[in-house]
């Protein structure tokens, strides 16, 4: 829960604001911070081009927004993610204002729903906050660094020597703390899109050098990274999977920490050891 929260209202957002009663408690919050679009599910293959689904999520979270709208709510804080922009890798540095260049219908309808969210609180009362998070890991929280842990907890020597990549990461307690940082800042906060990452990129080495350390595992890496290109030529099924570990995707959130005078509260190192660390007592 977010420092200060009082009151939390459950259940699934698009059965809720049907309800006449959850209308009225809107109108008595100070903000809505919109976590879960539902968008997620486009990245699994059974529904990577449903585009009907798409829509349907798209139009669920569009008619929170005007709830919040009609009901006054000072704040509507909208959690997107950095693949609006873009696939598994990016040769950037992402910022706010980049052009999109997302392929998959996920991105694109991440995107599609920042653009319509933003019409739908235009010139109201609500001010609106668009988050774009990087990879995001720690707690229980599954995902493709969760996989790479569990790719690190093994004996096994890695191709991963040498890769002269950036990544920029999100720790679950940084992404807490810089949501808690837009709710404190008060009705005469920033608005608009921010990206929010724990601070310097880290190359696919030094993350699982950090993680096997961690774990109490020999580093035993080998540099391998021209066949993993040659890999994801010749095997297409491969491709994301590769880009994500040989690829960069790098932000800056220069300007969310300018606006929200915010600073991680943790650094990527710290909490991936962290994360490694209560694997091993889970273990």
């Known amino acids: 829960m977010l420092p200060g929260v009082a009151r939390v209202l459950t259940g699934h957002y698009a059965d809720l604001i049907a309800l006449p009663d959850t209308r009225r408690q809107l109108s008595g919050l100070d903000a809505v911070v919109h976590l879960a679009d539902g968008l997620s599910v486009l990245q699994y293959a059974p529904h990577a081009a449903d585009e009907g689904l798409a829509e349907r ?73 668009t988050v774009r998070n990087p990879v995001m890991y720690g707690g229980a929280k599954p995902g493709s660094m969760s996989r790479l842990l569990r790719l690190a907890d093994t004996p096994l020597p890695l191709p991963l020597a040498g890769v002269a990549n950036r990544r920029s990461l999100l720790a679950i307690d940084n992404f807490g703390s810089a949501l808690a940082a837009i709710v404190a800042a008060g009705p005469n906060g920033a608005a608009g899109t921010f990206h929010v990452h724990d601070g310097p990129a880290l190359s696919t080495t030094e993350i699982v050098e950090t993680l096997r350390r961690a774990l109490g595992r020999r580093r035993r890496l080998f540099g391998a990274a021209a066949l993993a290109t040659r890999l994801a030529g010749r095997a297409p099924g491969l491709g994301p999977a590769l880009r994500r ?39």
């Open 245 to 283: 570990l040989y690829g960069s995707l790098e932000l800056s959130d220069a300007r969310f920490r300018r606006c929200f005078n915010w600073t991680p509260v943790v650094d990527s190192r710290e909490a991936l050891s962290r994360m490694a660390g209560a694997a091993v007592g889970r273990g």
């Open 57 to 129: 999520l798209t139009a669920a979270s569009e008619a929170l927004a005007a709830a919040v709208r009609d009901a006054r709510v000072p704040l509507f804080v909208h959690v997107s993610s950095i693949k609006a922009l873009c696939d598994e890798a990016d040769e950037r540095v992402l910022v706010e204002t980049s052009a999109p260049r997302a392929t998959t219908l996920y991105g694109r309808a991440k995107m599609r729903l920042e653009q319509r969210l933003s019409r739908a609180l235009d010139n109201s009362d609500t001010r609106l906050v």
